[in-house]
């Protein structure tokens, strides 16, 4: 199983709703990320996991909260958010062995749209 | 600091050859990578540099020069199908962070 299975693959919320999304692998890797991208512009990084513990958090703000419940999932739990946070929700994951070469590995996204 | 300049786009016709060029600024370089990635899908792995040198795979070539802070990558024997956008990424030392350039958006024609 070579495969990011992201969920929802869109969702439409309000700017008063909580909502989630969930990322899922089973190839044992041991990193996990969320990008934020929006039209016509790079991935941006949000948050990494390493080892089911947050290790860089590029100053997302609070709205936006990761958890990794264990070593194959990960979810970002949104509330509050604004119509700017609307962009492509990307997921990653990518193995730590060593000798590896360290390449994320991506879900197809979820289309995010806050009204 | 970090930072990473590519083309905004290319045009090369099919069959052909072309270079995407990329350079990059950073402290704690710890690899580049060359994702492809189609309107709206996920960016998708195409090679990687550590050392300096060039390489192979496939229709695909990538190159790193780490003293120049500079890469490419080539692609041969151009099909429709390559036209998508080309970021390259630098992860830094440390840590997992991988950082995109804008990309590169490649229209080849007919």
């Known amino acids: 199983d070579t495969e990011v299975t992201q969920t929802p693959k869109h969702l439409v919320m309000g700017m008063t709703n909580k909502k989630s999304l969930k990322c899922e692998q089973h190839?044992?890797?041991?990193?996990m990320y969320w990008y934020k991208q929006k039209a016509k512009k790079p991935p941006e990084l949000m948050f990494v996991?390493?080892?089911?513990?947050?290790?860089i958090n590029e100053s997302v703000p609070s709205r936006f909260s990761p958890e990794c419940p264990n070593s194959s999932l990960l979810n970002l739990h949104l509330h509050a958010l604004q119509p700017e946070d609307s962009a492509l929700y990307l997921c990653a994951s990518s193995p730590v062995l060593a000798g590896s070469t360290g390449e994320l590995f991506f879900g197809e996204g979820s289309r995010l749209t806050v009204l | 600091g970090q930072n990473i300049d590519q083309p905004t786009e290319m045009t090369a016709t099919e069959g052909a050859i072309v270079q995407i060029n990329c350079t990059y600024q950073t402290s704690g370089f710890n690899g580049l990578f060359w994702y492809q990635q189609h309107a709206g899908e996920a960016p998708t792995f195409l090679s990687y540099?550590?050392?300096?040198g060039l390489e192979e795979k496939g229709r695909f070539s990538s190159f790193l020069s780490r003293s120049k802070g500079y890469s490419y990558l080539l692609l041969k024997e151009l099909q429709m199908k390559d036209s998508a956008s080309y970021l390259c990424?630098?992860?830094?030392?440390?840590?997992?962070?991988?950082?995109f350039g804008a990309g590169t958006r490649l229209f080849v024609k007919a």
């Open positions: 540099n550590v050392l300096d």
């Open positions: 990424a630098v992860r830094r030392t440390g840590g997992f962070k991988t950082i």
């Open positions: 190839m044992g890797h041991r990193a």
């Open positions: 996991y390493s080892y089911e513990k947050l290790s």
